[in-house]
């Protein structure tokens, strides 16, 4: 015997874009998918915080992911489970750690509890501006997924 599934009316791009702005001002996690310039794949969650414009997301400069961003300069994000998500692809500004202004380290800290800038180990900032930002939670809502695109409003 199997379970019956319902699945849900698709949602409007205008709710969708609300419950990503949402999830960028609400959650603390988001998964990091990045490439060595010769094409191997790292996958990494990182803690990050929203400003309105951009992630800001913190690790180690010598880890697979802050030599993948300072080489690339490019990421892409996944926010939610399999079934809600958010995708964003984003270009990447790399930032010394002590090159950020205090108050928005500040801010980094009190959203995620993690401060890099007193760890030992050498940390970076990465300032990942979305120019492409997808969501859906099931097939019927893959149509109209695109929601940002070459950093305008999909239509």
């Known amino acids: ?31 990091v998918a990045t490439a060595s310039p010769d094409g191997v794949p790292y996958l990494v969650p990182l803690s990050f915080d ?44 790399v930032l010394e750690i002590d090159a950020l202004p205090r108050e928005r380290g500040d801010r980094f800290t009190e959203h995620t509890g993690f401060d890099p800038r007193t760890q030992k180990t050498a940390y970076r900032w990465f300032r990942i501006t979305p120019h492409r930002v997808q969501a859906w939670r099931e097939a019927n809502e893959i149509a109209h997924r695109e929601l940002l695109r070459d950093g305008r409003p999909a239509t």
């Not at 992630?55 to 961003?69: F, I, K, M, Q």
């Open 50 to 93: 929203w400003d309105g414009e951009a992630l800001l997301v913190s690790t180690p400069a010598d880890s697979p992911t802050g030599r993948n961003l300072a080489a690339t300069g490019r990421a892409r994000l996944a926010l939610g489970h399999t079934r809600d998500v958010s995708m964003i692809d984003g270009t990447v500004e």
């Open 1 to 31: 015997m199997t379970a019956a599934t319902t699945t849900a009316a698709p949602r409007s791009r205008a709710q969708r874009r609300l419950d990503t702005e949402h999830r960028l001002a609400h959650d603390v996690d988001v998964w």
